[in-house]
């Protein structure tokens, strides 16, 4: 591990397989390291799967982070996160697109909202 002592990793929160990943390095790397879900909200797949214990299919609605927009989340993803995420917290597609300009202006790179995100825990 190049950075030994992590407190958090945060992730992005879509249809799952980047934070389940997260989830999994963790646990086995550095089971003292928190893993947060970073979601949109109005992008609630993975919460409203965790809250009913089982992979569901809901209604997206439209975000600047277009690739976390995804009806039904991954079934191995799913079975992945459950019981390893510690906390997740939303995040208001106004604030990605604040972070995408502010990013843009200060380091004169364009990133997309789902990188974004990464910086939006409130």
Known sequence: MQVPDIDAILSP????????GCCVAAKALSPK??????????????IKSLEAG???????????????????????????????????????SATCIRTRFASKIEHVVLITAVLAINFLAE
């Open 13 to 20: 929160c879509g249809g799952g397989g980047l934070l389940a």
């Open 54 to 92: 089982r992979v569901t299919t809901v209604k997206t609605n439209p975000t600047l982070a277009d690739g976390l927009a995804v009806p039904t989340v991954g079934y191995n993803s799913f079975h992945n996160i459950k019981g390893q995420l510690n906390s997740y917290t939303f995040v208001k």
């Open 33 to 46: 390291t928190k893993v947060i879900g970073l979601v949109p909200e109005t992008c609630v797949s993975m």
